[in-house]
Structures are given as structure tokens and as C-alpha cells.
């Protein structure tokens, strides 16, 4: 073989081992990329069915029931302009409150009920996710927001 065809045959070989990595990298970026919802948005239909996303609000006043024989908790999450249902099965942070911020991560059933695997209530009493504040903000002003992008491994 000739030293010009070893040498396309390695760039070839190497142009195809980088895009296969590319394509691993992003691959792995997409199933940790998780979108943050608001209820309004929930009720628009835009957020995506059995698929996991957050979302974020406050937890409306008088809507937390605790099932007294497991750890299941339904409440429902506001953005002042709209609500949706959401069910935990777990423990709850100490600062998760009615009237309070909350963010979940979960999947949204095809019966609209908010299927979440975690909670995250506010740090403390000025601290709320930007996506959240956001949101909130945006729906006291009859707008729907749009889906922000956040880092699956990454805290509200």
C-alpha cells in the first residue's frame, strides 16, 4: 500500500472514530437535558407526556393531602393563572409549605396528573428558581413562558 492511502485511510478512521464520539457526547447530554414547565404551560398541553421535566410554582393553599398509610402526598402547583395535580411518594423537604415555592421533577400522565420523583422546595424566604420566579411572573401577566433548559444533575 502506498503511503498516501495509509494516510487517508487513518483520517478517514479518525474523522469516523471522532464522530462517533460526538455522537455518544450528545446522546448522554440529551437524556440530562430536563425542561422546566409552569402550570399554565402543563394546561396548554405543551409539556411533554411520559416524558421527565420540572415544575414549578407554589403549592396552593389548602391542597395537601397525605395518604396516613405510605408516604404518598398529592398536592397541586400554581402559577396564580392556572394549577396542576402532583403526586410524591416520599419525604418531603422540611421547607416544602403551603403558599410556598416548590419545583418537581417527574412525568406528566396522560390523566394530567404530575407523577413527581423529587421535590424541591425554596432555600429560604428571599430564594425562589429563577425559572419558577420567572414563570410566576409571566402568568400574573396573562403570558405563557417559555420551556427553559436546565441541566438534569444540576439543583434548582
Do not use: C, W
Not at 90 to 111: C, M
Request: glycine share 10%; proline share 6%; no cysteine.
Amino acid at each position: 500500500m502506498k503511503a498516501r492511502t495509509k494516510r487517508a485511510m487513518a483520517i478517514v478512521g479518525g474523522l469516523a472514530t471522532l464522530g462517533a464520539a460526538a455522537a455518544l457526547v450528545l446522546n448522554a447530554f440529551q437524556s440530562n437535558l430536563v425542561f422546566f414547565f409552569s402550570p399554565s404551560q402543563v394546561v396548554a398541553k405543551e409539556a411533554p407526556l411520559e416524558r421527565s421535566f420540572r415544575l414549578g410554582g407554589l403549592v396552593e393553599m389548602g391542597s395537601i393531602q397525605r395518604d396516613s398509610q405510605s408516604l404518598t402526598v398529592r398536592f397541586v402547583v400554581t402559577d396564580m393563572a392556572q394549577t396542576t395535580p402532583v403526586t410524591y411518594t416520599g419525604l418531603l423537604p422540611d421547607l416544602f409549605k403551603e403558599g410556598k415555592g416548590v419545583v418537581a421533577q417527574g412525568k406528566l400522565g396522560s390523566d394530567g396528573i404530575f407523577r413527581a420523583e423529587q421535590v424541591l422546595a425554596k432555600h429560604d424566604e428571599n430564594y425562589m428558581p429563577p425559572e419558577a420566579a420567572a414563570a410566576l411572573e409571566q402568568a400574573r401577566h396573562g403570558k405563557l413562558p417559555t420551556p427553559t433548559a436546565v441541566n438534569g444533575g444540576a439543583k434548582p
